[in-house]
Each structure stands twice: as C-alpha cells, then as structure tokens.
T-cell receptor, first 114, second 114 residues
Framework: EPEVTQTPSHQVTQMGQEVILRCVPI?????FYWYRQILGQKVEFLVS????????KSEIFDDQFSVERPDGSNFTLKIRSTKLEDSAMYFC????????????FGAGTRLSVL | DQQVKQNSPSLSVQEGRISILNCDYT??????FLWYKKYPAEGPTFLIS?????DKNEDGRFTVFLNKSAKHLSLHIVPSQPGDSAVYFC?????????????FGKGTKLTVNP
C-alpha cells in the first residue's frame, strides 16, 4: 500500500541552526501538508501546498518556515533558525484532492532543539 | 482555541465489548469529519470519515455518528479488539475560504483489555 515517508525519524539540532525535514508524499497525490504536534498537545496545521505554491498557512508558519517541492517526489519543510519551542513531532501528509479528500500521514520526524 | 474537543483523555474497555469515543466541536461551519488512530512512533492513520449531509457512516467494526444539532460525533467500535488499542483523534474541516486544513482534537487513548 502506498505510504507517505518522512526522513529523518529523529533530528537533533542546536538552537539557531537550520533544519530541513523531508517527505515523500504518495505518488499520485497533488496536495501536501505539514502538521506538528508538541508533546502533550494537539496536532496543529502548519501549511498546505498545491500546484507548487502555498495554498494556506497557519499563524505558526512564520517567516522562519518555508516549504518546497524541489523535484517531482520530495516535499520539504525548512526551519531557518530553530528555537527551543520548535521541538515537536512534525507530520507530513498528502491527499489526492483538496477539501473532502482523506489526508494520509507519514510517521513523523521528531525534532529536538537543544 | 479548542474548536474540536475530546474530553476523555483515556478509555478502557474489555475485548469484545463496544468502545465509544466522543468528540464535540464548536465551529458550526465544520462539514467534514474524520477519525484517525495513532500507534506509538507512527503517524495518524485514517479510519473513517463522515460528511455533514449524513448522520451515520459504517465501515466494518467502525461506525461514526454525527449529531449536527448537538455538534457532537462519536466513533463506535464493535467488537473491540486488543489491536484497537491506540490514540484516536477526531478531526474536522470547514469550507471557509476553501481551506483544506484539518483541526484536530487532543485525542483519546483507548486500551482494549484481553
């Protein structure tokens, strides 16, 4: 069964460093998403991406964050200068269509900012 | 901002019995609801969904009921199996602005005892 894959599974970084989290969405999907879950809290929407541009972003997704689809298969989330409060589980998701379509999630990348 | 609430952090049931997981929402614009389950170290896995034009959707052992007037939905698992032990998330989306984002509840940890 097709699945969303994310790498790395765990990323440790120092505060102020840049990190790139990588995702390979399901191949025929056209919509891509990033969510995060801070320990003990809800899964929160960060950004959605369609047709090579951001279609929606939350207030969490500030100028420190960016997304890119550098080739036909990868979808990345970059955090330019990490803060302690960026420590969370980051989930990538993809769907065939937009609203009303099931979003399929990857296993997540645990980001630890020291 | 708790637009989707799962007020029971945990639920324990005996194998073979019914599990009922509840979810309340405050945003009357939500019109599409999903349940995901999550095992440790994995991403959320889609379970079942329901559109606001229906009040029930069934898939095998899983049934979701939607009560729009009460802004309440529930997931019934019958019969419950030990492999159902996981965290269950309720999620919702709204057509406002064509948004694709899912708004999640905090989750309910279900334990099914053999």
């Amino acid at each position: 069964e097709p699945e969303v894959t994310q790498t790395p599974s765990h990323q440790v970084t120092q505060m102020g460093q840049e990190v790139i989290l990588r995702c390979v969405p399901i191949s025929n999907h056209l919509y891509f998403y990033w969510y995060r879950q801070i320990l003990g809290q809800k899964v929160e929407f960060l950004v959605s991406f369609y047709n090579n541009e951001i279609s929606e972003k939350s207030e969490i997704f500030d100028d420190q964050f960016s997304v890119e689809r550098p080739d036909g298969s990868n979808f990345t989330l970059k955090i330019r200068s990490t803060k302690l409060e960026d420590s969370a589980m980051y989930f990538c998701a993809s769907s065939e269509g937009g609203r009303g379509n099931i979003q399929y999630f990857g296993a997540g990348t645990r980001l630890s900012v020291l | 901002d708790q637009q989707v609430k799962q007020n029971s952090p945990s639920l324990s049931v005996q194998e073979g019995r019914i599990s009922i997981l509840n979810c309340d929402y405050t945003n009357s614009m939500f019109d599409y609801f999903l349940w995901y389950k999550k095992y440790p170290a994995e991403g959320p896995t889609f379970l079942i969904s329901i559109s606001s034009i229906k009040d029930k959707n069934e898939d095998g052992r899983f049934t979701v009921f939607l009560n729009k007037s009460a802004k309440h939905l529930s997931l019934h698992i019958v019969p419950s199996q030990p492999g159902d032990s996981a965290v269950y998330f309720c999620a919702a989306s709204s057509p406002q602005g064509g948004s694709e984002k899912l708004v999640f509840g905090k989750g309910t940890k279900l334990t099914v005892n053999p």
